[in-house]
Structure formats: structure tokens, C-alpha cells
């Protein structure tokens, strides 16, 4: 359950459908979750985290948003497809005044492309009433809330942020190798290997590329499938 009571938050940035997956999928009581703020600038979406406790400055906040965001986006990708939404301001929210806004300026890339809207399913009884759920955590915010309780979890969901090549893929495997894997055999864990390997040393009889190269498809599809069998299994423990 959410348990924030530090004074911060960050602004979201980024295409208004993914901000609209964020509220919809990181929702109080369980945290992180996204709460909209209202002051002279209009409406815009925040970010609260108890990863802010104690800390007193925007600066530091900032650093530690940047870690969280990362966390964060690799999971909506990994679980509905989203885009990334990068942090912006640090929000002060001051008692019995203005949230203040802290500003950072980074570089940011930015793309575009068009993908169908995340489904919202409402149960009805008999009568046509809605019948609303009990609450609980989102997918993401359990995934959010392993890497917390296992920082090599935090790792290797930062490692698949974007795009990522053998090399960063590699680096997400040594992270979660003692984890359980989702019954990847051994043959497949081999085959990924020895093409990783194969791609981040120069070529001898030591480093020979499997026969049967894995496509880099392929690699990302097996890591993400190992991450996610290894935050079910920590989550499992972690009731």
C-alpha cells in the first residue's frame, strides 16, 4: 500500500496516450502512482514514490527520478506497449500554498507512431450496475516494486531500456542468471550466450559463434521472458 509522505513529485512528459497509460495503471492506494496536479499553469500529471523519502533537495530528487523513470518505462513497454514518458519538473508541493516547480533541462529524442489504446474492461451485474474491483497493484507496480526488493530486478529492466544490443542484453543476463528463467532450456540459454559472446569479442576458438546465430529479436524476446520469470518468483516470495 502507498505509503508516500515526502513532499515531492515529478511532472510527466510525453504523448498524452502514454501519460493517460501511466494514471491509468500506477493508481494510489499502491505506489508509485500518478496523481493530477492543479495549480496557475493548468492540469499535468505527477509521479509520487516513496523512493523520495528523505530526501530534501530538487536536485537529489531529480537524480533519483531519472533511475525510477527508467525502471518504469522499460516495465509499461514490456507490459502495454507504451512509449517512453520522460521526467520533467521536480514539484514542491509546499502546505497551504502553490506547488513550486523545479526545473532540469536534458536532451531528449523524441518519436512518434500510432498503436491501439490500452482496453479498460468494466464488470456489470445483473442489473447493469458496475461492479468495481477490489483494488490492487498494476502489473508495473509489482514489476516496480521487485526491482525494490531485488536491485539486480532494477538492472536488468534498465538494461532492455529502448533498444538494446547484445552487449546491454548480455549485461541483463548476468544480472538475472540466478534466477529462475521461465523454462528456457538450456540449449536456447547457450545459443543466446555464444551469440552474445560471438558479438562483443573478436573472433578465436574460444568465443566460435553458435551455428544457429539468435536474431537480436530473438535475444530481447528471451531476456524479457527471464525478467519476467524472475519478478514472479521474487514477488512469490514476497507476498
Known amino acids: 500500500m502507498s505509503q508516500v509522505r515526502n513532499r515531492w513529485g515529478i511532472e510527466l512528459n510525453g504523448p498524452e496516450e502514454d501519460q493517460k497509460a501511466w494514471r491509468m495503471l500506477l493508481k494510489p492506494p499502491f505506489e508509485p502512482f500518478v496523481e493530477e496536479v492543479k495549480d496557475e499553469r493548468g492540469d499535468y500529471l505527477a509521479l509520487r514514490s516513496s523512493a523520495f523519502d528523505g530526501i530534501t533537495t530538487s536536485e537529489e530528487v531529480h537524480r533519483t527520478a531519472k533511475q525510477l523513470f527508467s525502471t518504469l518505462n522499460v516495465a509499461m513497454s514490456k507490459n502495454v506497449d507504451t512509449d517512453p514518458v520522460t521526467n520533467g519538473a521536480v514539484i514542491e508541493f509546499v502546505p497551504d500554498g502553490q506547488p513550486r516547480r523545479h526545473h532540469y533541462l536534458e536532451a531528449e529524442g523524441m518519436t512518434i507512431r500510432l498503436r491501439g489504446r490500452i482496453a479498460e474492461m468494466t464488470l456489470k451485474d445483473a442489473q447493469g450496475n458496475v461492479i468495481e474491483p477490489p483494488p490492487a497493484p498494476s502489473r508495473v507496480q509489482l514489476w516496480v516494486r521487485a526491482a525494490a526488493l531485488e536491485p539486480e530486478i532494477g538492472s536488468a529492466l534498465r538494461y532492455l531500456e529502448g533498444k538494446p544490443d547484445l552487449f546491454e542484453l ?23 550466450t555464444r551469440t552474445a559472446n560471438a558479438g562483443r569479442h573478436h573472433p578465436n576458438n574460444k568465443k566460435k559463434p553458435h551455428k ?14 527471464w525478467i519476467s520469470a524472475a519478478i514472479d518468483d521474487i514477488l512469490a516470495k514476497n507476498p
Open 170 to 192: 548480455y549485461k541483463a543476463h548476468e544480472a538475472v542468471k540466478k534466477f529462475p528463467n521461465g523454462g528456457i532450456s538450456g540449449n536456447e540459454i547457450k545459443r543466446f
Open 212 to 225: 544457429r546465430r539468435m536474431e537480436l529479436w530473438e535475444a530481447r524476446a528471451l531476456m524479457t521472458r
